[in-house]
């Protein structure tokens, strides 16, 4: 079992930089494929972003050249940095960790946090 944490949200104005942060519980934390998702009111969830075993990282085209995905495996830790934030922006942030990348890209990961709010006004 896996217990992710996020962190780090909050309240800021449109250009504005906010790192989210997702605590893993798990002492294979290297082993697993991490992800960012987040859920607007009204909307379905979405995938952001998303770091592989082996640090390779994929995002939506909404966040490109904006946010960067990176992990620190000996704090069992993800980060997610977001820069040049928008009001569309605006969502619940959740980490998530699965076996296989795949099922991460899928929406359909073993693991998710407990979401952290973030809010761009313009």
């Known amino acids: 079992q896996v217990q992710l944490v996020e962190s780090g949200g909050g309240s800021v104005q449109a250009g504005g930089s906010l790192r989210l942060s997702c605590a893993a519980s798990a002492y294979t934390f290297n082993t697993y494929c991490m992800g960012w998702f987040r859920q607007a009111p009204g909307k379905e969830r979405e995938g952001v972003a998303l770091i592989s075993t082996y640090g390779g990282s994929i995002y939506a085209d909404s966040v490109k050249g904006r946010f960067t995905i990176s992990k620190d495996n000996a704090k069992n830790t993800l980060y997610l940095q977001m820069n040049s934030l928008k009001p569309e922006d605006t969502a619940m942030y959740y980490c998530?960790?699965?076996?296989?990348?795949?099922?991460?890209?899928?929406?359909?990961?073993?693991?998710w946090g407990q979401g952290t709010q973030v809010t761009v006004s313009s």
């Open positions: 998530a960790a699965a076996d296989r990348c795949g099922t991460v890209v899928a929406g359909k990961a073993n693991y």
